[in-house]
């Protein structure tokens, strides 16, 4: 990120920053509209013109001699192209492709390379409950790396800070998605970068390269939105190839369940980024320990859950109950929900055999299976939990609560 300096050594480096950069916002406002240039444009815009027309005419070249006499296979070597891109994108990690934005001034985005597993992955990580971390915030734009004081906006999760035009001319974040930083970033409800709010992001190589597989042997086409005919058909082929045998009829519900869970705003369909975000937080129950999860959580995280457990532990003896655990495992989302929760809602959640594979959800009220034993869930509840078991167990419910999206990621424990 470069070398922090004092306010004092950069009061010269920020007014000549300032200066710049309110050059560069007046340069903006007052440049004309330009027509969106096409791809080969974009790539190619700090090239000289004819440089860009060369570009152009060999890609027409490229582009005519693969055309089939009946001009049926230059497109459906076009779509593979396209397809491929996608592919490349969401295994290094960027996502999806931005759409409307205008790449001619785009900065450029920073490599992302995926984590990998250490040896002691899986040994219980020692977090103190009595020693708050209280981590500090960076001082300078995690992408220009300038300080600029009240004009950054800090992330919920980690300490970076970014400036709005920053992000904007990253590429990363769309205009209604700047928005929603400028109004919740300060706030109680924070908002996450677009480090935190991909939780993709989290995955290895190896686990990445899993769920690829199983999206191109289903025919899922990254960066689409799915219908729900499409998420039963993607379910249903999982089944039959890790099971061997269809879905029941309950599980289609469940499905359906989960789709709604994913749709919150009844669009009529899942978001790419809400479906890929849940099919990674079901590689990680899948392929991770409860300790492993731990070690994903970041300090301010780990403020969050200590604080959260104190709060509960009311005669302050170390533990709380099964039934105290729920609740806060079930606030982590409440920030996010437009209406409140109840018992009859259908929540999404991750299938309880960890080496099942296939999302599961349900119907959660008094009169499913699920609270069926009275008895035994009364018992269950007064359980106790300890700080240690507590961080443990909701360390996935606190990594699922990472995105700004509104839909529901996993199952909210009741």
Same mark, same amino acid.
Request: net charge negative; with cysteine; charged share 30%.
């Given at each position: 990120m470069g070398v922090l300096m004092s306010k004092k050594q950069s009061v010269d480096k920020v007014q000549r920053c300032t200066a710049v950069v309110s050059a560069f916002q007046s340069g903006i406002k007052d440049r004309p509209a330009i027509v969106k240039p096409t791809e080969g444009d974009a790539e190619d815009a700090d090239v000289p013109a004819n440089t860009s027309s060369g570009a152009k005419e060999k890609n027409t070249e490229e582009g005519e001699g693969g055309e089939t006499e009946s001009g049926t296979g230059s497109s459906a070597a076009q779509q593979a192209s396209v397809n491929q891109e996608a592919w490349s994108r969401l295994r290094d990690g960027k996502g999806v492709e931005p759409e409307d934005l205008e790449k001619r001034h785009q900065l450029t985005p920073p490599a992302y390379v995926r984590p990998k597993r250490e040896a002691d992955d899986d040994q219980p990580l020692e977090v103190e409950l009595a020693k708050k971390e209280q981590p500090q915030g960076d001082e300078m734009c995690d992408v220009c790396e300038v300080w600029t004081a009240d004009d950054l906006y800090p992330c919920r999760i980690c300490t970076r800070v970014f400036h709005d035009g920053c992000l904007r001319e990253l590429g990363y974040l769309r205009a209604e998605a700047l928005q929603e930083m400028r109004d919740t970033a300060h706030t109680v409800t924070g908002w996450s970068c677009y480090y935190c709010d991909n939780l993709n992001l989290l995955l290895t190589e190896e686990e990445m390269y899993s769920l690829m597989e199983t999206f191109k042997q289903c025919k899922i086409i990254p960066e689409s939105c799915l219908v729900s005919d499409e998420l039963l058909?993607?379910?249903?082929?999982?089944?039959?190839?890790?099971?061997?045998?269809?879905?029941?009829?309950?599980?289609?519900?469940?499905?359906?369940?989960?789709? *709604?869970?994913?749709?919150?705003?009844?669009?009529?369909?899942?978001?790419?980024?809400?479906? +890929?975000?849940?099919?990674?937080?079901?590689?990680?129950?899948?392929?991770?320990?409860?300790?492993?999860?731990?070690?994903?959580?970041? *300090?301010?995280?780990?403020?969050?859950?200590?604080?959260?457990?104190?709060?509960?532990?009311?005669?302050?003896?170390?533990?709380?109950?099964?039934?105290?655990?729920?609740?806060?495992?079930?606030?982590?989302?409440?920030?996010?929900?437009?209406?409140?929760?109840?018992?009859?809602?259908?929540?999404?959640?991750?299938?309880?055999?960890?080496?099942?594979?296939?999302?599961?959800?349900?119907?959660?009220?008094?009169?499913?299976?699920?609270?069926?034993?009275?008895?035994?869930?009364?018992?269950?509840?007064?359980?106790?939990?300890?700080?240690?078991?507590? +961080?443990?167990?909701?360390?996935?419910?606190? +990594?699922? *609560?990472?995105?700004?999206?509104? *839909?529901?990621?996993?199952? =909210?424990? =009741?």
């Amino acid at each position: 990120m470069g070398v922090l300096m004092s306010k004092k050594q950069s009061v010269d480096k920020v007014q000549r920053c300032t200066a710049v950069v309110s050059a560069f916002q007046s340069g903006i406002k007052d440049r004309p509209a330009i027509v969106k240039p096409t791809e080969g444009d974009a790539e190619d815009a700090d090239v000289p013109a004819n440089t860009s027309s060369g570009a152009k005419e060999k890609n027409t070249e490229e582009g005519e001699g693969g055309e089939t006499e009946s001009g049926t296979g230059s497109s459906a070597a076009q779509q593979a192209s396209v397809n491929q891109e996608a592919w490349s994108r969401l295994r290094d990690g960027k996502g999806v492709e931005p759409e409307d934005l205008e790449k001619r001034h785009q900065l450029t985005p920073p490599a992302y390379v995926r984590p990998k597993r250490e040896a002691d992955d899986d040994q219980p990580l020692e977090v103190e409950l009595a020693k708050k971390e209280q981590p500090q915030g960076d001082e300078m734009c995690d992408v220009c790396e300038v300080w600029t004081a009240d004009d950054l906006y800090p992330c919920r999760i980690c300490t970076r800070v970014f400036h709005d035009g920053c992000l904007r001319e990253l590429g990363y974040l769309r205009a209604e998605a700047l928005q929603e930083m400028r109004d919740t970033a300060h706030t109680v409800t924070g908002w996450s970068c677009y480090y935190c709010d991909n939780l993709n992001l989290l995955l290895t190589e190896e686990e990445m390269y899993s769920l690829m597989e199983t999206f191109k042997q289903c025919k899922i086409i990254p960066e689409s939105c799915l219908v729900s005919d499409e998420l039963l058909q993607y379910h249903h082929f999982v089944s039959k190839q890790q099971f061997d045998k269809d879905l029941t009829d309950e599980q289609e519900e469940e499905v359906l369940a989960q789709f *709604a869970a994913l749709d919150p705003d009844k669009k009529g369909h899942v978001e790419w980024s809400d479906f +890929l975000y849940f099919e990674s937080l079901a590689v990680l129950k899948k392929f991770r320990t409860e300790n492993s999860l731990v070690r994903l959580l970041t *300090a301010k995280e780990r403020d969050a859950a200590r604080l959260m457990f104190l709060n509960l532990d009311v005669d302050e003896d170390g533990l709380i109950t099964r039934a105290e655990c729920r609740q806060a495992q079930q606030s982590w989302f409440d920030k996010f929900s437009k209406d409140s929760q109840s018992c009859n809602v259908r929540l999404m959640g991750l299938c309880a055999p960890m080496n099942c594979g296939i999302s599961h959800v349900g119907p959660i009220c008094e009169s499913s299976p699920a609270s069926s034993s009275s008895e035994q869930s009364k018992t269950d509840d007064n359980r106790p939990t300890s700080w240690a078991d507590f +961080l443990r167990e909701s360390s996935i419910y606190i +990594l699922a *609560a990472r995105p700004n999206s509104s *839909a529901v990621h996993i199952r =909210l424990p =009741l």
